[in-house]
């Protein structure tokens, strides 16, 4: 049974094809000192089998979206998805974007995939992630970028933090949904997103955004973000249809597609 035990070179690099058999002594000893709870239901009827869990899950917390998800794949993808979530993991807590125990239930895995989804297929519907993981499941289907995209990931992210060096906590930004179009529209003027149908209105991108390159330009980009930060205050006294259209955009239905595109051009507009 430990000789029949392979691991993937997409779970570990450096033992990847590796037999249990074949694998340092430290490493098989590493392996074999894990501990696991279990207990063994033996010679019982599906019946009852089934009951017992329900009964367990009855005082158990559910399982979210993308903990069922990670369950049950193993692609490139999730593994990059794992890995860059967990890179960030004070990021997410200083910037306030998540809490702790948001982290616990792998809420930065999901924020994460999100991210990396609209980086590579443009921007998506939140609830279209089991999607893209089942493709990308697909041998093949996600390995021709995998390492392109986590540099550019970082490259995004540290354009975010140079443009507020301050960092975003306390800032409407650091909202999940609104980190999310602060992301994407960093990521449209680094790189350029794919821009969606053109045959489906409120679908389409604006063309490339603008340089973000110069100390100015990256002034002006924070100038024009500061002023979408003043409309959430009760002192602005006058908005524009667009304004309306954006802060409405804020409250419903924030991870639509159409919606997460808008308010991504707004952002665009703003700083161009």
């Not at 009855?58 to 990059?80: G, M």
């Not at 493709?135 to 093949?140: L, P």
């Amino acid at each position: 049974m430990k000789d029949g035990f392979e691991i993937t070179r997409r779970q570990n690099p450096e033992f990847g094809g590796m037999r249990f058999s074949q694998l340092p002594t430290e490493t098989q000893a590493a392996i074999l000192s894990f501990e696991l709870a279990v207990d063994l239901l033996i010679n019982m009827p599906d019946d009852e089998v089934l009951d017992i869990f329900s009964r367990l899950n009855s005082y158990a917390v559910v399982l979210n979206e993308q903990e069922k998800i990670n369950a049950t794949h193993f692609s490139s993808f999730k593994i990059l998805a794992d890995k860059i979530g967990r890179k960030y993991l004070e990021y997410w807590r200083d910037q306030g974007i998540l809490t702790s125990s948001g982290i616990l239930r792998m809420q930065e895995v999901s924020l994460v995939s999100d991210l990396l989804i609209a980086m590579r297929e443009g921007i998506k519907p939140k609830k279209q992630i089991r999607r893209y993981y089942d493709e990308y499941e697909k041998e093949g289907n996600y390995e021709d970028d995998i390492g392109d995209v986590e540099v550019k990931f970082d490259a995004v992210i540290a354009k975010i933090v140079q443009i507020y060096p301050e960092g975003l906590r306390e800032k409407e930004f650091s909202r999940p949904y609104a980190f999310y179009s602060l992301f994407t529209a960093v990521a449209h003027c680094l790189y350029g997103l794919k821009a969606g149908d053109p045959k489906v209105a409120n679908y389409i991108l604006l063309a490339r955004g603008v340089s973000l390159e110069s100390d100015s330009e990256i002034q002006r980009a924070r100038n024009a973000l500061d002023a979408v930060q003043e409309l959430y205050s009760e002192e602005m006294v006058s908005f524009s249809k667009e304004d309306i259209e954006f802060l409405r955009d804020s409250r419903r239905a924030t991870t639509d597609e159409p919606v997460r595109k808008r308010r991504t051009n707004y952002l665009l507009k703003k700083m161009a």
